[in-house]
């Protein structure tokens, strides 16, 4: 998959700006790469609220409230880290949405280190978490970049799916 156009980013934000909803987003590895694509957008500011760039277990912590106990358990790369920080940074900001990225962008430690390319995408929306596991390849730069662009289609999956959720629940 190529990288998305700023028209998907721009249509997300509408979304949520006729809805009267706001985002925010946590992220380790893409170190405000998600963030950067959001704010490229003319308006972002009408719904994107704040990001919080969490590359140490501690800003995690501290920043967005992942449990340290979830830290130990599971690593900073798991689904339960990437549900904390996106449930956490939507309660700290106040935000309607918050996405959350955490994974290994690279470049690998030595020729055993098979976790180059894992990460996990998570979205909070209006009381729901999803998380997506992925297995990416490329350079440091093109993980990055294509991690964004799968917590933004995340988002959108997110969005779609309460609509249909409202269209199916009316009598």
């Known amino acids: 998959?190529?990288?998305?156009?700023?028209?998907?980013?721009?249509?997300?934000?509408?979304?949520?700006?006729?809805?009267?909803?706001?985002?925010?987003?946590v992220e380790s590895c893409t170190g405000g790469l998600l963030s950067a694509r959001?704010?490229?957008?003319?308006?972002?500011?009408?719904?994107?609220r704040?990001?919080?760039?969490?590359?140490?277990?501690e800003a995690k912590h501290h920043l967005v409230k992942v449990k340290k106990s979830t830290l130990r358990?599971?690593?900073?790369?798991?689904?339960?880290?990437?549900?904390?920080?996106?449930?956490?940074?939507?309660k700290v900001s106040?935000?309607?949405?918050?996405?959350?990225?955490?994974?290994?962008?690279g470049p690998a430690m030595d020729e055993k280190d098979t976790n180059v390319g894992l990460v996990y995408?998570?979205?909070?929306?209006?009381g729901r978490i999803r998380v997506k596991e992925l297995h990416l390849t490329g350079t440091r730069r093109q993980i990055r970049e294509a991690a964004v662009d799968e917590a933004l289609?995340?988002?959108?999956?997110?969005?779609?799916?309460?609509v249909e959720k409202r269209r199916w629940m009316r009598p």
């Open 1 to 25: 998959m190529g990288r998305l156009n700023d028209w998907y980013v721009a249509d997300l934000l509408e979304i949520l700006r006729k809805r009267g909803e706001t985002v925010s987003a």
């Open 38 to 48: 959001i704010t490229d957008i003319s308006g972002s500011s009408d719904v994107f």
């Open 50 to 57: 704040q990001s919080y760039v969490t590359y140490c277990d």
């Open 73 to 90: 358990k599971y690593t900073a790369v798991s689904q339960k880290t990437a549900e904390a920080m996106a449930k956490g940074g939507a």
């Open 94 to 105: 106040g935000a309607d949405a918050c996405l959350s990225v955490t994974g290994y962008a």
């Open 121 to 126: 995408v998570g979205c909070f929306y209006l």
């Open 153 to 162: 289609r995340l988002l959108n999956k997110s969005l779609k799916s309460h």
